[in-house]
C-alpha cells in the first residue's frame, strides 16, 4: 500500500469534527446529532468538563450564580438537577457535566485523550483534515472549535522554572490526585482569579504561605451559601424567570448597570448604594453599578476609593493594605475576582506577601524563589499566572485555511472575525466563544454561538450548501461594531486579557481591540439579523 493509501486507509470521515468537550462542545454535538450528522468530538483531557475539567485547584468555584450558570435548553435536566451551593464548587461542576453527557448519551461521539495538532481545509474536497499529536487523521465538513476563551495556561518567563526540586502546579493543570498543603513552604505566583481562589484555600492548612503579587486586583466579597431542598425548589420555579433575567440584561448575568449616574445622587445614597453592592452575592458590584463607573474617570474614582477603604478595613497591617489596592487601575477596567475572606489571609501569621513591584523575581533555583531582595525556601511553587487569552487555544493548533494560509499568522496583528463565529479566508470554519464574541455569563453566550452555528449548518443542509466563509467586507464591517462598543472604556487605558495584552506570551505585550465590549442583547439582535435575512453576509455555495 503507497504511503497515500495508507494514510487515506487510516482516515475517519466525518460531517462535523467538533474540538472540545467542554460546555460548548457537548451541547453542539447535541444540536447537531438533532441534525442527523455524524459528529466527532476530540478531547485532550480523559473526561468531559473542559474548564471544569483542568481547573481542578483548591478553591474553583463558579462566580456566577449555579442557577444562572447551567444549561437552559431541556426542562427536564433543570428539574432533576440540584445546586447545592450558590456558586458551585470545580468537583460539582464537574459531576453535573458528566451527568449531562451520561444523560444525553453523547460519550459514543467522544474521544478522549485526543489533542489535535493540525487542521488543514481542502479546497477541492471543501473538508477540513485534522490531525493528531499521535498522527491519526480525521476529516470533516466542518471544524467547530469548542475550545474556551480561557484555556491556554501560561507560564511566567522566569529562569530557572525546571530547576526547582520542589512540587510545582499550575491552576489549571492541576493533578487530578490530592495536593496537601499541611506543614509546606508553598509560594503562590499570581493574584488574579485563579489566584485569589487558591490562596484563601492554601492559607488555611499550609505550614507557611508566600504569595508573590506582580499587579493587585480590585477583589470583591463573593459572599457564597449553601442552598438547602426548599430553596433549590423554589429557585426551579423560577428558572424560566431566571433565564429571561439573564437575556435582557447587559452581559447575561443577574445584574445589569443601574441607569443612574455615579453623581446624580447624593453623597448618603451613593454611599449606600455601593454599601448595598457590597453586601449582596455575585457580580453586582461590577456590572450593576452605577452606569458610569467603567466610563467615567470621576465615577470610577468614587467605587475604587470606596473598595480601597474596605480593604484598609479588613486588612491589619497598613503597609500591607496598601500592597493589596491597585494603583495602575480602577475598579472594574480589569476583571473583578470574587472572593471568601481574602484579605483576612493576610492577617495571618503564616502568609506573606512579596511586593513584585518593589522586590522582583530573578530566578527561580533548586530550593525555591530568588528576588532582588533574598532567597526564599519552598516545597512547593503554585503558578497562579493565568491564560493566554482568546486566541492563544487557536494559536497552539496550527490552523490552515485557504492557500494553506495560517490563522495564527493571520492574527498576529490581533483577531479579525465576523461575529466572532467565522474568520476570512477559513471557510466551513465555525468558532465557539471566538474572539469578538458576546462573553459575559458563559455558559448563556454558549447556548447563544451553539443554537447559531446549527442553524447556520441546518440552513445550508436544506440547500444542499457545502461551503460558507466570512468575507472580508462582512469581517470590517463587524470589527466597526467592535471598535465602536468600546469606545469610551476605561478598561482600553489598562493593559490585560481585555485588551489582548499578556507579558508571559511572546508578541503580546502591546494593547489591540481584543474582545467585543458591547451588550449581549445587541449582539445577539445583530447575530440574528443575519440569519433572518438568509446569511447573505456570509460567501454560501
Not at 428558572?239 to 443612574?260: G, N, Q, S, V
Not at 468558532?431 to 455558559?443: D, F, K, Q, R, S
Amino acid at each position: 500500500m503507497t504511503p497515500a493509501a495508507e494514510a487515506s486507509a487510516n482516515t475517519a470521515d466525518f460531517d462535523a469534527i467538533i474540538i472540545g468537550a467542554g460546555m460548548s462542545g457537548l451541547y453542539q454535538l447535541l444540536r447537531l446529532r438533532e441534525l442527523g450528522l455524524s459528529v466527532r468530538v476530540l478531547e485532550a483531557g480523559t473526561e468531559v468538563g473542559g474548564t471544569w475539567y483542568w481547573n481542578r485547584y483548591p478553591g474553583a468555584r463558579f462566580d456566577s450564580e449555579s442557577y444562572s450558570y447551567g444549561y437552559s435548553f431541556s426542562k427536564e435536566l433543570l428539574v432533576e438537577w440540584s445546586w447545592s451551593e450558590h456558586f458551585s464548587p470545580q468537583p460539582e461542576t464537574l459531576r453535573y457535566l458528566n451527568h449531562v453527557a451520561d444523560r444525553f448519551d453523547l460519550r459514543r461521539d467522544i474521544e478522549f485523550g485526543a489533542r489535535v495538532k493540525t487542521a488543514a481545509w481542502d479546497e477541492a474536497a471543501r473538508r477540513w483534515t485534522v490531525t493528531l499529536e499521535n498522527g491519526r487523521r480525521l476529516t470533516g465538513r466542518f471544524l467547530i472549535t469548542a475550545i474556551g476563551a480561557l484555556s491556554a495556561p501560561t507560564l511566567p518567563r522566569i529562569p530557572g522554572r525546571e530547576s526547582f526540586r520542589g512540587e510545582s502546579h499550575h491552576t489549571a493543570e492541576w493533578p487530578k490526585e490530592e495536593v496537601r498543603f499541611e506543614g509546606k513552604r508553598v509560594a503562590v505566583i499570581g493574584t488574579g482569579a485563579s489566584g485569589v481562589q487558591t490562596i484563601q484555600e492554601v492559607a488555611k492548612t499550609a505550614g507557611h504561605l508566600t504569595v508573590f503579587q506582580r499587579t493587585p486586583n480590585w477583589c470583591a466579597p463573593l459572599h457564597n451559601d449553601k442552598i438547602g431542598e426548599a430553596e433549590m425548589q423554589a429557585i426551579r420555579a423560577r428558572y424560566d424567570e431566571i433565564f429571561a433575567r439573564c437575556a435582557e440584561t447587559f452581559a447575561c448575568f443577574l445584574h445589569t448597570p443601574d441607569p443612574r449616574k455615579t453623581f446624580e445622587v447624593s453623597d448618603a445614597e451613593r454611599e449606600a448604594v455601593f454599601e448595598k453592592l457590597y453586601a449582596e452575592r455575585g457580580f453586582g458590584i461590577w456590572v450593576g453599578n452605577f452606569s458610569d463607573i467603567l466610563t467615567d474617570k470621576r465615577a470610577n474614582a468614587a467605587i475604587s476609593d470606596f473598595v480601597a477603604r474596605k480593604i484598609r478595613a479588613r486588612v491589619k497591617d497598613p503597609a500591607v493594605a496598601e500592597k493589596l489596592i491597585p494603583k495602575n487601575h480602577g475598579f472594574g477596567t480589569r476583571r473583578v475576582p470574587l472572593e471568601t475572606r481574602y484579605y483576612e489571609v493576610y492577617n495571618q501569621p503564616n502568609v506573606e506577601l512579596v511586593d513584585l513591584t518593589e522586590t522582583p523575581i530573578e530566578r527561580i533555583t533548586e530550593t525555591g524563589i530568588r528576588t532582588s531582595a533574598r532567597d526564599h525556601a519552598f516545597d512547593m511553587i503554585i503558578y497562579a499566572t493565568g491564560f493566554d487569552a482568546l486566541t492563544g487555544a487557536f494559536d497552539r493548533i496550527d490552523i490552515r485555511g485557504s492557500g494553506g494560509r495560517s490563522l495564527k499568522q493571520h492574527w498576529s496583528g490581533g483577531a479579525a472575525t465576523f461575529l466572532g463565529f467565522q474568520s476570512a479566508g477559513f471557510p466551513n470554519l465555525l468558532m465557539l466563544l471566538g474572539p469578538h464574541t458576546a462573553l459575559g455569563n458563559i455558559p448563556r453566550s454558549i447556548e447563544y454561538c451553539v443554537d447559531w452555528v446549527t442553524g447556520l449548518i441546518g440552513f445550508m443542509q436544506a440547500r444542499g450548501l457545502s461551503r460558507a466563509e466570512a468575507p472580508v467586507t462582512s469581517v470590517e464591517d463587524w470589527m466597526r461594531t467592535v471598535r465602536e462598543s468600546s469606545a469610551g472604556l476605561l478598561a482600553n487605558e489598562v493593559s490585560s486579557w481585555f485588551t489582548g495584552v499578556n507579558t508571559n506570551v511572546e508578541g503580546k505585550g502591546s494593547r489591540i481591540l481584543a474582545r467585543y465590549s458591547g451588550s449581549a442583547p445587541a449582539f445577539r439582535q445583530r447575530a440574528d439579523e443575519v440569519a433572518a435575512q438568509g446569511y447573505r453576509e456570509l460567501d454560501l455555495g
